[in-house]
């Protein structure tokens, strides 16, 4: 396993959650990073993004000013921190690394390499 992602669990609406994204024998620096989420039912959705090379970040509209992706180097970690959780946040949630220059790429196509999931359930 070479991204493993955890932080998942069920609160309520408001609430916030950290999931983690770690590289076990995958150095992170490099790597385009995302986060997906796919809900039941519905296909995967792409979340947000760390770029490869200057660290550029971007969300999708659904999250943006609620979810913030942050990195520690040393730990080889990436993080999503989600805020005012909705329940239409309920998903499982995917990191993905890809090395490439183009986001594009990534929130397209997805990663080469992917974490397990961690189921988030936000509740009303």
């Known amino acids: 396993v070479q991204l493993q992602a955890s932080g998942g669990g069920l609160v309520q609406a408001g609430e916030s959650l950290r999931l983690s994204c770690s590289g076990s024998?995958?150095?992170?620096?490099?790597?385009?990073i995302g986060w997906f989420r796919q809900a039941p039912g519905k296909e995967r959705e792409w979340v947000s993004y760390?770029?490869?090379?200057?660290?550029?970040?971007d969300y999708a509209d659904s999250v943006m000013g609620r979810f913030t992706i942050s990195e520690d180097v040393a730990e080889n970690t990436v993080y999503l921190q989600m805020n005012s959780l909705k329940p239409e946040d309920t998903a499982v949630y995917f990191c993905?690394?890809?090395?490439?220059?183009?986001?594009?790429?990534?929130?397209?196509?997805?990663?080469?390499?992917w974490g397990q999931g961690t189921l988030v359930t936000v509740s009303s």
């Open positions: 760390r770029g490869s090379r200057d660290g550029t970040r």
């Open positions: 993905g690394a890809r090395r490439t220059l183009n986001p594009m790429v990534l929130i397209k196509v997805g990663g080469d390499y």
């Open positions: 024998t995958l150095t992170l620096e490099g790597f385009g």
